[in-house]
């Protein structure tokens, strides 16, 4: 069964991060330049929130507040939940739905950012896998062309 450490193998090695004390203007403006949709909020090498559209939309928007004024500390999420490297498939899979969140961090065993998994990762590796069963069974019932 594939791993955490399997999918960030084969995404782009770019990890998206922001500072805390950032505006939200210059985070959401990130997300959009990088088209994800969470930052993961670092401060001396350690992930100390995760800023998603999530938090925008209702930290900021539904708030009226000023994403110019704000700093990315002041409306992100604190209380992360990260996987390591070794998380399989199904387990992160559990964790995203079960907390209901769509962006989960990987980290080492110091806590040091590996890289992030979306739950659009984990969807394109469960099609992949099926299409893959799919032309197997077909070869099985109908012969190789």
């Given at each position: 069964?594939?791993?955490?450490?399997?999918?960030?193998?084969?995404?782009?090695?770019?990890?998206?991060?922001?500072?805390?004390?950032?505006?939200?203007?210059?985070?959401?403006?990130?997300?959009?330049?990088?088209?994800?949709?969470?930052?993961?909020v670092m401060q001396d090498n350690q992930v100390v929130g995760i800023f998603t559209e999530?938090?925008?939309?209702?930290?900021?928007?539904?708030?009226?507040?000023?994403?110019?004024?704000?700093?990315?500390?002041?409306?992100?999420?604190?209380?992360?939940?990260?996987?390591?490297?070794?998380?399989?498939?199904?387990?992160?899979a559990s964790i995203m739905k079960t907390r209901r969140i769509r962006h989960l961090p990987i980290c080492d065993i110091d806590g040091a950012l590996l890289g992030m998994i979306s739950?659009?990762?984990l969807n394109a590796l469960y099609a992949t896998a099926q299409e893959q069963t799919i032309h197997f069974l077909n070869d099985y019932i109908y012969g190789r062309v």
């Open positions: 069964m594939p791993n955490m450490q399997d999918i960030l193998s084969a995404k782009a090695s770019a990890i998206h991060t922001i500072r805390p004390e950032a505006t939200v203007l210059e985070a959401t403006r990130k997300m959009t330049q990088h088209k994800v949709g969470a930052l993961v999530r938090d925008v939309l209702r930290r900021v928007v539904v708030q009226e507040l000023d994403p110019t004024a704000l700093c990315v500390a002041e409306v992100m999420t604190c209380q992360v939940i990260c996987a390591d490297a070794d998380t399989d498939l199904e387990e992160a739950i659009g990762d």
